[in-house]
């Protein structure tokens, strides 16, 4: 395998937001519903292999290539499909290979959600991306038009966005049970790898079997430290979201879907201490959302990671919220109804469960009236069928982008502490801080000339 140089890599990182000006790649047009899809995983350890799992019984995907800058990380998968080729440079792969796939799945740390993404969809490939959709703002919203642009069939891997629980939700509002919303609250244990004020580790010597410099990818260098990967890496701010990126894109899309709540006009965020290195270790935020459904056209979302948690919440028990146990939880607060949810917005039930015995028995739910996903929990069948028809699946970038971006703002205002941003979604700035533009774009703490695109 070609060994590439990291100068290389980054000079024609910096280049992908001008592929569009080649000529476009021809999408293959010839798959039908009753084809298979030619799949390429990039990334096959961890979150990778549980989407290979996946895919192994979705019986309309062809898997073509393996792609992982980890040897060991990818044994297991390399060790039962040896006749599948396996490279380390997603590049070379699409190269070598550029007839034989259709599509894509991006699993890697999430600072290379974006150039590989953009890679492939410049090269006509289908994309399937794990969540969080991006690392910043701007990237999404690149990913969002690049995808628009080339025509490519999209999906972010949300597994919860595949359950009926915000469909549940939307059914329950519809039908008048809730009322108009008043607060929606959410709060996870998460992190549970380091965060907060921590510093670099010392350089180790890097395993024969990682390529170190392929792992970086755009990001800036650091040395390499067991204390960083395989997993630990969602805590540095260079190459994670945080506990918001990683949990967020699943609590906050229940409500985000169910309540079509759009970009958040004021965010306010009260963090942990942090630095330049790592995310806050805790974090608590109020974004406020213009929405129709909405008591005042005005819903409140909080969000609390870090084992922080609301003190108290409207028809909520307080010795519930106290209860160390009640670690991951959402509560949908109405004037009528207040409901309980778990992070997939699976299991909802009006809280206490005494209101919910009552509506089952005199019949006062309403039958399902949106449509339900063919692949419940399955995302990455979701999209292979989605591909072979053709068609857009919901959890598709034109919807990835906006929600990501939503998740993300929360982490951009953790810069100013207890103070309220306001944010204009139409110009992708803040109307009353100027300085906190610039996170739109790149949390790295230095040259943006390193991030891919046009800047």
């Not at 945080?242 to 229940?254: E, K, N, Q, R, Y």
């Not at 139409?426 to 801080?433: G, H, P």
Request: some cysteine.
């Amino acid at each position: 395998m070609q060994k590439t140089n990291r100068r290389n890599f980054i000079k024609t990182g910096t280049a992908l937001g001008g592929m569009m000006l080649l000529p476009k790649w021809s999408i293959c047009k010839d798959k039908g519903p009753n084809s298979r899809l030619n799949v390429a995983l990039i990334g096959v350890g961890g979150i990778g292999g549980a989407s290979l799992s996946h895919l192994l019984k979705t019986p309309e995907a062809n898997i073509v290539a393996f792609c992982d800058v980890d040897d060991a990380r990818a044994a297991s998968a390399y060790k039962a499909h040896p006749n599948i080729p396996r490279f380390r440079d997603f590049r070379v792969m699409l190269d070598k290979m550029d007839k034989d796939i259709d599509a894509v799945v991006v699993s890697t740390p999430d600072h290379m959600h974006y150039p590989i993404s953009v890679w492939a969809m410049s090269k006509g490939k289908h994309v399937f991306c794990q969540k969080p959709l991006s690392r910043t703002i701007w990237e999404a919203e690149e990913m969002k038009r690049v995808a628009k642009e080339t025509g490519v069939i999209t999906q972010m891997g949300n597994q919860g966005h595949t359950l009926e629980g915000w469909r549940v939700l939307r059914e329950w509002y519809d039908a008048g049970l809730i009322g108009q919303i008043e607060d929606i609250y959410c709060w996870t244990n998460r992190p549970k790898w380091p965060q907060g004020e921590l510093s670099m580790p010392p350089a180790e010597p890097v395993p024969p079997t990682l390529d170190y410099d392929l792992w970086l990818g755009v990001a800036p260098y650091q040395p390499y430290n067991k204390k960083i990967l395989p997993f630990k890496w969602r805590g540095i701010r260079n190459y994670g979201t945080g506990a918001a990126g990683d949990m967020g894109c699943h609590f906050l899309d229940v409500p985000y879907s169910a309540f079509d709540l759009g970009f958040p006009m004021k965010i306010a965020s009260r963090p942990s201490p942090f630095n330049d290195y790592s995310w806050p270790s805790a974090v608590t935020e109020t974004l406020t959302f213009m929405n129709k459904r909405g008591v005042d056209n005005r819903i409140r979302l909080h969000w609390y990671d870090g084992s922080r948690r609301p003190y108290e919440i409207k028809r909520v028990d307080k010795a519930f919220l106290q209860d160390i146990r009640n670690d991951n939880c959402t509560f949908i607060v109405g004037t009528k109804a207040t409901i309980r949810t778990d992070e997939y917005g699976n299991k909802a039930f009006f809280y206490p469960r005494e209101i919910m015995v009552d509506l089952k028995r005199s019949n006062a739910l309403p039958p399902p009236t949106i449509k339900r996903s063919e692949a419940l929990g399955s995302p990455q069948r979701e999209w292979v069928l989605a591909c072979l028809k053709g068609e857009q699946p919901p959890a598709n970038f034109e919807y990835a982008a906006p929600f990501t971006q939503m998740v993300l703002l929360g982490m951009v205002s953790i810069f100013f502490p207890d103070t309220e941003l306001s944010y204009i979604p139409s110009k992708m700035e803040f109307a009353n801080f100027p300085d906190a533009n610039k996170y739109l774009r790149s949390l790295y703490a230095y040259n943006e000339s390193f991030l891919p695109g046009r800047i």
